[in-house]
């Protein structure tokens, strides 16, 4: 959910979900900054923890709905994948699997466990900069109050994208984000120029919320939902961003000695921004990046937000990751620590790469989705796990690569 921010590394403070779409198709310049090696090496299946007892029959139907999204595309067209060796990084490597996969009983678990081990090579990611395996982290979909209109304690406006926010390729060929002035693109609006009104009286408000500070950590995760005074739910997803550079709130209070680096978290971040109130804006808009938002279908409650691939994100099974070493749709075997009731569980998982994230760099770092409500809150923001990602890769296209 664009991606939405975690409740992630919360020293940093979990920008890792706002950034922009993935740009599907577009070409990928090489990578190399964030890795000690572009090689990935092949591993079997049998390497793999805990790979026979997931539940992959109901890993299934969310690669097929990332096949459903990937056909509709050009076979030419990029995945991602550019600072990594395996294939699996235009759309005509994945025609195949995506093919035999709609032939799998549903339903059936050593079906599906067949389907994944015939058409796919594991492939383990190459060292990054993180000494102990890959850093997980969560995100999930917040639940807010809020009112289509304004009146009474919603005073806090949720912007939809402006229409002078555009996204260029500059002279080196990077993508900046700004507002076009005289003919060049300028950094747009900060957080502190928003909150002070440069984008009022513009009729760019979606609703009102009753608190700032549930709008702040709204844009940090990018998506969610808005329970209006009548018990309707709005569900909001991730639209854009103002391009300026993010800044964590956790790292400016420990520098500033309000906090101390081990006591960060989203629970003590919120707790200092609404025990100071007077306080609080200036805060968080030492953070300039600022989110926009569009009201995504109402009819089904029970989908999770798109991601950046285009798909609904599934609870336990959705992730975000660093599309330059993963190619968005990919299967990703997953072995880390989740909290559950309070404790931490060993999650030997299948999971999809559907998202990215701003704060998400790297082949050791990823965002797992845990869906929306209070248990999803509560797991998201307790989740802070090292572990190990493995990539499959459609076998068809790792031979012919």
């Not at 939809?160 to 390729?169: K, N, Q």
């Not at 995760?221 to 018990?231: F, I, T």
């Not at 796990?385 to 790792?398: D, I, K, Y």
Request: hydrophobic residues 40%; negative net charge; charged residues 20%.
């Amino acid at each position: 959910m664009k991606r939405m921010a975690p409740l992630c590394a919360v020293f940093v403070l979990c920008g890792c979900h706002v950034g922009e779409g993935p740009n599907l198709g577009a070409s990928q310049p090489p990578v190399g900054r964030h890795h000690k090696s572009s090689h990935a090496r092949p591993v079997s299946f049998d390497a793999l923890q805990g790979w026979k007892d997931d539940a992959l029959e109901d890993a299934l139907p969310v690669f097929l709905q990332d096949c459903h999204k990937i056909g509709s595309l050009p076979a030419d067209s990029a995945l991602g994948g550019a600072g990594i060796t395996y294939a699996g990084r235009q759309v005509g490597d994945w025609q195949a699997a995506c093919n035999a996969a709609r032939d799998v009983p549903t339903g059936d678990r050593a079906a599906a466990r067949a389907f994944f081990e015939q058409w796919f090579v594991p492939y383990a990611l190459p060292v990054g900069k993180r000494a102990d395996g890959t850093l997980f982290t969560g995100y999930y979909e917040p639940e807010i109050r809020g009112s289509l209109r304004r009146g009474g304690i919603y005073q806090t406006p949720v912007y939809r994208r402006p229409p002078d926010l555009v996204r260029e390729r500059d002279a080196q060929g990077e993508v900046v984000t700004g507002r076009s002035q005289d003919g060049q693109v300028v950094p747009y609006w900060s957080r502190a120029q928003i909150d002070q009104g440069a984008l009022a009286h513009k009729k760019l408000e979606l609703l009102w919320l009753a608190d700032p500070v549930d709008l702040f950590f709204l844009q940090l995760q990018g998506a969610g939902r808005v329970r209006l005074p009548d018990d309707r739910v709005i569900r909001l997803g991730f639209d854009g961003l103002n391009g300026q550079p993010y800044v964590p709130l956790g790292r400016v209070m420990v520098a500033q000695g309000l906090l101390r680096a081990e006591d960060v978290s989203m629970a003590s971040i919120r707790g200092w921004l609404e025990a100071n109130p007077d306080k609080a804006t200036d805060m968080m808009e030492q953070n300039p990046n600022y989110v926009f938002f569009r009201e995504l279908d109402q009819g089904d409650t029970q989908a999770g937000a798109p991601g950046a691939l285009g798909v609904s994100l599934t609870p336990d099974r959705s992730m975000a990751v660093d599309r330059d070493f993963i190619p968005l749709g990919s299967p990703v075997w997953v072995q880390a620590q989740v909290p559950q009731d309070g404790h931490p569980v060993t999650w030997n998982r299948l999971d999809f790469a559907q998202d990215l994230g701003t704060d998400i760099k790297g082949p050791d770092r990823a965002d797992l989705y845990m869906g929306w409500g209070p248990e999803a809150a509560q797991a998201a923001g307790n989740l802070r796990s090292t572990g190990q990602m493995v990539v499959l890769v459609p076998r068809g296209a790792e031979a012919a690569k």
